[in-house]
């Protein structure tokens, strides 16, 4: 099991090179994380851009242009489309937002036709290292729905479940959070959350359990979750919670990230390659960490 | 200005003893709690509620409760209209929940506000005491309104504000808080923010500040595309406004119990009255936290009096 991101990082070392397409590339050529992944060995970038610009930007960086591999593509979109391309036809393995508005890069890869969607739909996860817990633990959706349906939610919980079973959590427990931890019609929240319970009692999920409706408190803490009268095995022990809009799940991700200073990396889920995108809140430190779980999410979901 | 939740002990011992009506004082913890605040001079307790279970829970306390004033009362909204109704009397200076559920509550408030012809709007403001911040902040609403509106953001907003100006604050600033992303549309929070915004600048929420930043993200990078570590974005630097305005219930429930994995953070929570606080335990607290929210009603409570 891969307890910490020092774990992943080792992990992703062993598996052996993926080619990582950087796209659109030019005055920026990626993070300092992605030149470290390249000299840590974990992957080999292509860049595809203004070629004149990214050999400049690569001399001032420090690297020696004629190392990469640069393919031409001067416009952003086209050139995006075209990493895009290169991973579905199995030329490349990870594809990394270079300068693209966030907007137009998503619509790109999720595009049902020429992206690189798998599942229903694609998800987002923001996977914490607490440094006083021996365990990662995540959250999600934080990040591409503003208010998921229940069918959407039934693909965010496959989608999450799917990262915790790659980082070796045999039986993830999974809170399903919302205001309270009674089912209330004027919440639907409460009531999408006590139908996945009610799906992973079925095995819907496979081997997973869930919990909800929790609030916030039940399911961090056990003993509080007693004196409210709820008892269960995910109280206190969750691997990955579920929030019940974007809302929630950004904000949660933020005030962890900023206020607790707790280490977290963003990863996309649902599609048929790994895709790393800019999220906004992930510190230059931990962006390492996104791209190594890139590296062991690289030919697990073709 | 009150900046720690180590200032209002201070102050609440100062300003103490409060007469403070406990609704249903029937749980442990929560008994527990009203005795040490007693002990510390905070308050002087009236309990109201089911004789059994106040007597049963007063002995395992080991809480001597023969001086103190005791209505007995089994019906848990006449628990409730009569508690509320003594504090707006006057008969007491603050009110706190019990074992009795929280709408209960509310539905007095609301009655005995519209009586006084204020019809202000119930809501939760939870503080948040952040260790390195150097003053308080807030979460609201944290506990009554589902999905409020542009209307009930500006109810929200004016129960806060009141709330600080009592702390000390003189021009609060606030944060209309919102999952707004560079995807995704338009959000509805992200919207009333820009309205909240516009009146504020008018003056029509008084001495206060709509804040641009609409997330915790904002607060803390202040434009800024990236940030290479956390050692970057201390606390202390950032311009952390008074008030966090929550898009949703949902959103404020789960962000305002982080604290429960935050360790440099603390949360005390109440229902600012217009004639007095009621503090407003969750059922997951214990007493030492019951304590912290029992020192600043006492608090509030003596700046309501005299403001």
Same mark, same amino acid.
């Given at each position: 099991m891969l307890r910490n991101f020092k774990d992943i990082r080792e992990a992703a070392g062993r598996t052996g090179k993926k080619r990582l397409v950087f796209a659109p590339?030019?005055?920026?050529?990626?993070?300092?994380a992605l030149h470290e992944a390249v000299r840590a060995g974990l992957i080999v970038p292509v860049f595809v851009g203004d070629v004149a610009a990214t050999e400049k930007t690569l001399r001032e960086r420090?690297?020696?242009?004629?190392?990469f591999e640069i393919i031409g593509e001067p416009d952003p979109v086209r050139s995006a489309a075209l990493a895009i391309d290169l991973v579905r036809g199995n030329r490349a393995d990870i594809v990394m937002q270079g300068s693209l508005g966030h907007q137009p890069f998503l619509d790109l890869v999720l595009?049902?036709?020429?992206?690189? $969607?798998? =599942?229903?739909v694609a998800s987002f996860v923001s996977l914490f290292d607490p440094p006083a817990l021996d365990r990662l633990t995540m959250v999600t959706d934080?990040? $591409?729905? =503003?208010s998921p349906s229940i069918a959407d939610k039934i693909t965010i919980t496959e989608n999450a479940v799917q990262l915790a079973r790659l980082l070796g959590i045999a039986s993830p427990k999974i809170a399903a959070l919302s205001a309270i931890e009674q089912v209330n019609p004027a919440i639907p929240s409460t009531m999408d959350a006590a139908i996945l319970a009610k799906m992973a009692e079925r095995k819907q999920f496979g081997d997973v359990t869930i919990e909800g409706p929790l609030d916030i408190d039940c399911a961090v803490n056990e003993r509080a979750a007693t004196r409210k009268g709820v008892h269960s095995t995910?109280?206190?022990?969750?691997?990955i919670y579920l929030v019940p809009n974007v809302e929630a799940g950004y904000l949660t991700a933020q005030i962890s990230v900023f206020i607790a200073g707790t280490p977290m990396a963003g990863v996309l889920m649902g599609t048929t390659h790994p895709v790393v995108i800019n999220?906004?809140?992930?510190?230059g430190e931990n962006k390492l960490a996104e791209i190594a779980l890139a590296v062991l999410l690289s030919g697990t979901s073709k | 200005m009150i900046r720690t939740f180590d200032d209002l002990d201070r102050l609440a011992a100062e300003k103490g003893p409060k007469r403070f009506i406990v609704l249903a004082p029937e749980d442990e913890e929560f008994m527990l709690a009203v005795k040490q605040s007693w002990q510390r001079g905070f308050i002087e307790p009236v309990l109201i509620g089911s004789r059994d279970k106040i007597e049963r829970l007063a002995g395992e306390a080991q809480?001597?409760?023969?001086p103190f004033e005791k209505i007995f009362e089994s019906d848990r909204q006449g628990i409730a209209n009569r508690g509320i109704s003594m504090l707006f009397s006057g008969d007491v200076d603050m009110a706190g929940k019990g074992q009795i559920p929280t709408a209960f509550i509310y539905r007095s408030i609301i009655r005995e506000e519209s009586k006084a012809r204020k019809g202000t709007m119930v809501s939760v403001i939870s503080l948040w005491d952040i260790g390195g911040l150097g003053h308080l902040t807030s979460l609201t609403d944290?506990?009554?309104?589902?999905n409020p509106d542009y209307e009930s953001k500006i109810e929200i907003i004016r129960n806060a504000v009141f709330l600080f100006h009592l702390l000390g604050y003189p021009k609060p600033r606030i944060s209309v808080l919102?999952?707004?992303?560079?995807?995704?549309?338009?959000?509805e929070s992200y919207r009333d923010f820009e309205r909240l915004r516009d009146v504020a600048r008018k003056g029509?929420?008084?001495?206060?500040e709509v804040i641009d930043a609409t997330s915790i993200a904002d607060i803390f990078l202040?434009?800024?595309?990236?940030?290479?570590?956390?050692?970057?974005?201390?606390i202390g630097k950032a311009a952390f406004p008074e008030i966090l305005l929550m898009p949703n219930l949902s959103t404020g429930n789960i962000l305002v119990k982080l604290d429960f994995v935050i360790p440099h953070v603390r949360r005390r929570s109440l229902v600012m009255t217009t004639r007095g606080p009621v503090i407003i335990p969750s059922r997951s607290d214990f007493h030492d936290a019951i304590v912290g929210e029992i020192a600043l009603g006492v608090v509030t409570a003596d700046r309501v009096r005299k403001a």
């Open positions: 590339s030019g005055p920026a050529v990626g993070p300092a420090g690297f020696s242009p004629r190392d595009d049902r036709e020429r992206g690189l $969607l798998r =599942n229903r934080t990040y $591409l729905h =503003n995910v109280t206190g022990q969750a691997d999220y906004p809140i992930t510190s | 809480f001597d409760i023969t944290t506990g009554v309104n589902i919102s999952g707004q992303r560079e995807i995704g549309g338009t959000l029509e929420l008084g001495s206060c202040a434009g800024r595309k990236s940030f290479a570590s956390y050692a970057e974005i201390p």
